[in-house]
């Protein structure tokens, strides 16, 4: 597992804005005009930056072409599709959210919730279609 990790970590490098394509920086403050913090990495031939648009984190996965493949952002509660919003409540009313992101890979929403017990104890992660219904749970 650590040989792994060690791997995967190697291959993965922080760069500087002048290390990546022009057009990727264009690119991306173009869609998100108020990006800050932007921090890029690339591995191999694909890049991933990470940035603040406002309060809002967000994370976009690049592919050598500049297309984005995986775009990932935080979210405000109060913006889950209101199918979300009912299971939510109706099926984890004893656990608060603890985050909440959307996730676009494929042309594909979906929606990532993290709860914490109220006593702290336990943790799900919850991943939603776009439609509402559960595609995985992962309890810790």
Known sequence: MLAIFVTVTMNAQTIVATEVPANFTEGLLKVYPNATDIKWERNNDNYKVEFRDGQLGHMVHFNKQGDRIRVEAKMITTELPEMIAQDLKKNYSDYNIDSVH???????????????????VEEITLVYSGSGEVLGVNKY
């Open 102 to 120: 959307s996730i676009i890979k494929n042309d594909r929403t979906t929606y990532k919730v993290v709860l914490q017990k109220k006593d702290w």
